[in-house]
């Protein structure tokens, strides 16, 4: 009969990380994909909190809806290249079709951060490479976790919000229904710790 040491080495432990995972959506009812995604998101870990939803302009193509975007944040043990094939699963599930760039989409979600990691492989960067660029990704991830380091940078959120400029921030509006994106659908599933306000919880956008 293998002992305990067999089946350790057979199934090593990877260490538990925090990942800081960014939802947009611009087409249907934006509100309910994110609560939605939310839901599945606790297939990868244990969601433990979300941004309160922005509204953001359109970036590159401009000829489309406003986002509502936010940003959670997920206790995994899952690698990099398993957590991007299921946010990709997730997106297709809920309706994503990718046309070209920067087009209209039911949902949108990129892995920002996870732990220390620094990865530059094709279809996986990490940190997300634009991730210091983006107003309408940093100003919720600085919400959320202001302290949080971006590795390569040796910057926080905070600081690197703060970079972009108030014109940047602007842009970025809270959306108008109390807050964030707490779903009812994960709790069931006793899958969100200690997540924002119920702003998700309630209204259609």
């Known amino acids: 009969m293998a002992d305990q040491g067999d089946a350790d080495r057979r199934s090593p432990q990877i260490s538990e990380q925090t990942a800081f995972i960014a939802l947009g959506a611009n087409l249907g009812d934006r509100l309910a994909t994110l609560r939605e995604a939310v839901k599945r998101l606790g297939e990868i870990g244990v969601v433990e909190a979300a941004s309160s939803v922005y509204e953001t302009e359109p970036v590159g193509y401009l000829d489309q809806p406003p986002f509502l975007n936010a940003v959670v944040r997920v206790r995994t043990t899952q690698p990099p290249e398993e957590i991007l094939r299921r ?119």
Not at 158 to 173: D, F, I, K, Q
């Open 87 to 205: 946010l990709l699963e997730i997106e297709a599930a809920l309706g994503r079709t990718r046309t070209f760039r920067n087009a209209p989409r039911t949902l949108d979600l990129d892995l920002l951060l996870l732990g220390e990691e620094c990865r530059d492989l094709p279809g996986l960067t990490l940190p997300h490479p634009r991730l210091q660029e983006r107003a309408f990704v940093l100003v919720p991830l600085a919400e959320l976790a202001p302290e949080a380091r971006v590795p390569g940078l040796d910057q926080t959120a905070a600081e690197l919000l703060e970079a972009l400029g108030p014109a940047a921030r602007a842009g970025v509006r809270r959306f108008p229904h109390p807050r964030a994106p707490t779903p009812a659908a994960a709790r069931e599933g006793e899958r969100v710790v200690s997540p924002r306000p119920s702003q998700w919880e309630r209204g259609r956008g």
